[in-house]
């Protein structure tokens, strides 16, 4: 194969009507995969299953409280602790939450907007009108809490060291309506970027009109390493308390991927002061976490040494998948000149670009052929993708034999409308 | 003993100087008594130890999905199932929550006021003002919410089969800023009354000026009879639809005080046009709530039936604690006309009236000398009982021997306060 920019227009056709001709055969052998959601494998669950059969005696008690009964509104200590490790905080720094980040980060969001943040002079819901910066691409979960709080989203460019920081801190320091960002700064999804050193400076230095501007770090992927060559996050809340804006910062993470998505243990960090402004309002919104659970975590996981072995191990499962998908993509498509993606280090996702105008054409093509990939412009603010290039690719769930077809699958209808992209220039 | 209210000035302060002294006797004795919470004592949450062992690999699948993975935004339909039962509605009435009846109810409310609820015009947060009634006394974490989501709060009189109606009947009808009402319908907390079935019927028939009118029906106690005759509540969810405003309850639910509080199951039950309105939201909010511990909760309760087996043994572990309480109460007070006391058939609470004004003085009493109980005041909006009275006792957590000194103390304490108050007069 051969750059397909440099053929003529019969070459594109005679290539178009083969793609065609095999795309039909895919569509009989009537295939069924879901690669849209980031969903660890059952292989990989099953690394988790003796978190199930701890049900010692011992279980009932820890620091001294019955965790059967009521109590600890912000997690029990050694949960705390567990996390304070894994993000390199304090545990007085940390908060424990349910089974879900995603939930812990839309009610702050939503408590921002009822009751403000802790250096708010009045509620973001009285505001005449709020704004995300929202990198991008990005992920389609905080947009949408956005989208359903009503705050606008301002997409803001993806670079190779994290978003586009010029753009930021010109918009940050004009505009007061501009009230957070999300982050996803290690191994983002989709792209798979781990935000430098100097991007996590700036953005804890950076000066904002709003006084009460918040990065919202979705810390979601921090041990979740693919190589023996992790890479390294500059601390964000130490990077703050440096540039003496403290209480910039909220921190989430989960043991969603680390052990049972819906099952697990999610935790906040923040400065003491904002943790101390949270728990207020906490106490009266919840009777506090799962303590259960958490003892089974804290048991099951130990520690950070043994959390990252854990996680070798579930690297062992998915890196072979993550080769395979841009083995085949550099096979197929490598030469085409019609398609670029990520190699992710770490994280859940490998991202595609298409060419411009591509994406959605191709999630449709690949869709009616019995292979379902996240929506195309998912990953921008209100789904709008606007180069419609991107398409995320989930590899870690499908076998390696039913991602192999899958991924094959997407080359050929890449190259379909590639064709016709370039049929009709 | 005699009525005190008959005593001569010279008999009240000689009877003072005996209780004075049995008083600082009682101090010297160095209590730490909390009867401050309604929590299951360890003896009844050794009931549910089963709870914690399920862990075969049946665990891992339910409905033809792998529990231990993303899914089920609003709970397994088997554990909607088990709540429907319990509440005798259908299963796609329900909609399961994490571990906190408390935190459905606050996320319901902060919902109504970021995007109003499936009848309203505007957000209630874009009200000029918003009011909900309080049936008093009642529920001190749901006034809490009210307060801090600026919603200002009615306090209504519990009458014997529930509030009284004809006050409620004539502020919803006149006034649009009336969005709620709180109600615990069966074994009220903290009065142990079950709502009539009037009351349940005018509730749900009553004309109300605001479009947007809901009841939240914090049925937290339906399962949990002390006697062999069990309340019955009149179906709130079917007298609505009767009413033709099948739109305007939301029934909140958990397992809490059935097996481990804080690791149990809540659900919220309601129209289905309410729960599919919810639902959008929810999907947004959060990835839906641990299905394995779902699981093994319909795995142990199995069935109403099942589950009323269970909370007979509950009751035969906290009913002697109730009659301890009312015996002393009675032996020491009964003849004195300086109190009464509800005799409840179920639920978690003793509610106590002391003569008017006596209550937070007695309760500080009793706290300086080593029994805590819920603040004076907590079982009313804002924390301000108008007549200074009502004290709740939560007796099933300490045991019969702490409890029984715990009581003989509060009755100490009431005599005192009584005995000034008299002199004052």
Not at 35 to 63: A, C, F, N, T, Y
Not at 176 to 196: F, H, L, V
Not at 218 to 241: I, W
Not at 350 to 379: F, M, Q, R, Y
Request: charged share 25%.
């Amino acid at each position: 194969m051969t750059d397909l920019t440099n053929l003529n227009k019969e070459q594109l056709i005679e290539l178009y009507t083969k793609l065609e001709d095999e795309y039909q055969e895919i569509k009989e052998s009537n295939l069924s995969l879901d690669m849209s959601r980031g969903k660890p494998s059952p292989e990989q669950l099953d690394l988790s299953l003796d978190l199930l059969s701890i049900s010692d005696e011992s279980l009932h008690v820890s620091e001294g409280i019955d965790i059967r009964n009521y109590g600890s509104l912000d997690g029990l200590d050694e949960a705390k602790k567990l996390f304070a490790e894994m993000l390199q905080v304090n545990p007085k720094e940390v908060i424990i939450g349910g089974n879900s980040s995603l939930n812990m980060m839309y009610d702050t969001v939503s408590r921002a907007l009822l009751h403000g943040v802790i250096d708010s002079s009045i509620p973001w819901g009285k505001e005449p009108k709020i704004k995300f910066l929202c990198p991008s691409p990005g992920y389609d979960r905080h947009f949408a809490i956005c989208e359903l709080l009503n705050i606008e989203m301002i997409t803001i460019d993806m670079l190779d060291d994290g978003p586009d920081m010029d753009k930021i801190e010109e918009l940050v320091e004009k505009d007061e309506s501009i009230k957070g960002i999300w982050c996803i700064p290690k191994y983002s999804n989709p792209d798979g970027t781990t935000y430098g050193d100097e991007v996590v400076t700036r953005l804890a230095n950076m000066k904002t009109k709003a006084t009460d501007f918040k990065i919202f770090w979705d810390d979601a992927y921090t041990v979740h390493h693919l190589t023996n060559e992790p890479s390294q996050l500059k601390n964000m809340l130490k990077a703050c308390k440096e540039a003496d804006n403290p209480n910039r910062v909220f921190i989430f993470a989960s043991t969603s991927k680390i052990t049972f998505p819906g099952s697990g243990v999610s935790a906040m960090a923040a400065s003491e002061d904002n943790i101390a402004f949270i728990k207020k309002q906490l106490a009266i919104q919840t009777i506090g976490p799962d303590k259960i659970n958490q003892v089974r975590h804290v048991r099951f996981l130990k520690n950070l040494e043994n959390i990252n072995h854990h996680m070798k191990k579930q690297a062992e499962i998915i890196k072979p998948k993550f080769d395979m998908v841009t083995s085949i993509l550099q096979s197929q498509l490598g030469e085409l000149n019609i398609a670029s993606w990520s190699n992710p280090k770490g994280g859940y996702f490998i991202s595609l670009n298409t060419l411009d105008g591509c994406a959605t054409e191709t999630v449709k093509l690949a869709s009616e052929a019995g292979v379902t990939l996240t929506s195309a412009g998912a990953t921008f603010p209100y789904g709008k993708d606007p180069r419609n290039r991107n398409i995320r690719i989930a590899p870690t769930f499908p076998s390696l034999t039913e991602l192999k077809t899958a991924i094959e699958v997407l080359c050929v209808c890449i190259k379909m409308t590639s064709i016709k992209k370039l049929l009709n220039n």
